[in-house]
């Protein structure tokens, strides 16, 4: 002890070292028991509660996955639906349009044949028109020139 004594006071420490250290030893006896030890407990009581809230979280997480996957699905479906409709009534309008072209397109040839036909009438009454008309002027050129000789 007389060694250490020694060793002590070369190192700069006085006498009063024993009663720093009696000093510390209570300090951290103190600090353990009413500081440390409450600290740790609430931290692993804490630790223990945040587990279950982990759990819930990571739980959470996996339900929002798979909450996140149905709706892709019925989104699919939904979209998969509306083309359909889509696709089909489409088709339709294409088909009604058709329909309707075709029966324009009869019209107008209906159209077009009567037009034909009136014309084709007129003319004919035209040219009566003009053998009648050409045959009185013929005979009027033939009275003049047959009352002119």
Same mark, same amino acid.
Not at 24 to 47: C, E, M, N, W
Not at 114 to 124: C, D, G, I, L, W
């Given at each position: 002890?007389?060694?250490?004594?020694?060793? $002590?006071?070369?190192?700069?420490?006085? &006498?009063?070292?024993?009663?720093?250290?009696?000093i510390?030893?209570?300090?951290? &006896?103190?600090?353990?028991?009413?500081?440390?030890?409450?600290?740790?407990?609430?931290?692993?009581?804490? $630790?223990q509660?945040?587990?279950?809230?982990?759990?819930?979280?990571? =739980?959470?997480?996996? =339900?929002?996955?798979?909450?996140? $996957?149905?709706?892709?699905?019925?989104?699919?479906?939904?979209? =998969?639906?509306?083309?359909?409709?889509?696709?089909?009534?489409?088709?339709?309008?294409?088909?009604?349009?058709? =329909?309707?072209?075709?029966?324009?397109?009869?019209d107008?040839?209906?159209?077009?044949e009567?037009?034909?036909?009136?014309?084709?009438?007129?003319?004919?009454s035209?040219?009566?028109?003009?053998?009648?008309?050409?045959?009185?002027?013929?005979?009027?050129?033939?009275?003049?020139? &047959?009352?002119?000789?």
């Open positions: 002890m007389d060694v250490v004594l020694k060793i $002590l006071l070369q190192l700069g420490a006085n &006498s009063t070292v024993f009663i720093q250290f009696g510390f030893i209570v300090a951290i &006896s103190f600090l353990t028991v009413f500081v440390y030890g409450p600290f740790f407990k609430a931290y692993d009581q804490r $630790l509660q945040t587990k279950g809230a982990d759990q819930v979280a990571y =739980e959470t997480q996996d =339900e929002a996955k798979k909450l996140d $996957l149905i709706y892709k699905n019925k989104a699919r479906e939904i979209n =998969e639906k509306i083309k359909s409709i889509f696709e089909e009534s489409r088709k339709i309008g294409t088909d009604k349009a058709g =329909e309707t072209l075709a029966a324009a397109k009869n107008v040839l209906a159209q077009t009567k037009a034909r036909t009136q014309v084709e009438s007129q003319k004919a035209a040219q009566k028109d003009i053998a009648a008309v050409s045959a009185e002027v013929a005979n009027e050129i033939s009275k003049k020139l &047959s009352g002119a000789v």
